[in-house]
């Protein structure tokens, strides 16, 4: 599932990519992905519209249409790829936005993502309300808020009305980073390991975004993320750091990767 660093690195290239050009048409092959409009009215709507600009809000991109805003969540997986000349759609297009250029951007191998057609200034967020790890607003104090004080600490990494943007990939390189056991409860860490965390958060999703995310996802320009996974997929292998095998294992239901040597 990409999540924040996978998702940002993609906006920076549509921007690259698509600012400032005007949706000639849009290539709807398959609806079930478009939540908010029928196929026709959502054309309708967005035909003629400018790309104002592309944000992101936790894991979800924004294309900034005028009146309205497309929002594009990846959700568990998906590939948005520009053309400088459109494509003919294949098998794996879903959703195809044809600019008056003649460019592109598709939208292919969407693995339940949904695009939601909403009014400019509506302020719902699709994708809770947790707060921005990135932002000079998230300070030290804000991010020990929006952790709470109950709960194992992956999971409440993960939650997006706690914090925008963090999934299972990057919540284990964060934790591993930080010195942190994936299963340990918020309330045991010590005042210096929760100042870790927070540094180690901000950092690795920096590092990670500038590094285009991890390897297996790609920009809108074809270009695989370059950051090398620590501890993520990686059961058995040696840590980076201290060569102890790495563990793997289930938490609550979900894959959970950790060095028993560098973390606690
Ligand atoms: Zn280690």
């Not at 914090?163 to 919540?171: K, P, Y």
């Not at 809108?220 to 993520?232: I, P, Q, S």
Request: hydrophobic residues 40%; charged residues 25%; contains cysteine.
């Amino acid at each position: 599932m990409p999540e924040l660093p996978e998702v940002e690195a993609a906006r920076r290239s549509m921007v690259r990519a698509v600012a400032g050009k005007t949706i000639e048409r849009c290539v709807v092959v398959r609806p079930v992905a478009v939540r908010s409009h029928t196929p026709q009215r959502f054309s309708r709507a967005i035909n003629g519209a400018t790309v104002e600009d592309v944000a992101r809000h936790g894991k979800a991109l924004w294309f900034v249409l005028g009146r309205w805003a497309l929002v594009f969540h990846y959700k568990l997986w998906g590939v948005v790829r520009f053309h400088s000349q459109a494509p003919l759609p294949d098998k794996g297009t879903s959703l195809l936005l044809v600019f008056s250029d003649g460019s592109a951007l598709e939208f292919r191998n969407l693995q339940l993502s949904t695009f939601h057609l909403i009014k400019a200034g509506d302020r719902r967020t699709l994708d809770g309300e947790g707060i921005e790890p990135l932002v000079p607003t998230t300070t030290f104090e804000a991010f020990r808020r929006a952790l709470g004080m109950r709960g194992v600490i992956k999971d409440l990494l993960c939650d997006q009305e706690r914090i925008a943007g963090i999934g299972n990939l990057w919540a284990h390189e964060i934790l591993f980073r930080a010195h942190i056991r994936p299963e340990r409860k918020v309330d045991s860490l010590t005042p210096a390991e929760a100042r870790t965390l927070y540094r180690t958060m901000r950092e690795t999703l920096r590092r990670a975004v500038e590094a285009g995310g991890e390897p297996d996802f790609q920009d809108a320009f074809g270009r695989a993320g370059r950051y090398r996974l620590a501890v993520y997929g990686a059961a058995g292998r040696p840590c980076p750091v201290c060569g102890t095998k790495v563990r793997g294992g289930r938490l609550r239901g979900r894959p959970t990767f950790f060095c028993p040597s560098c973390q606690h």
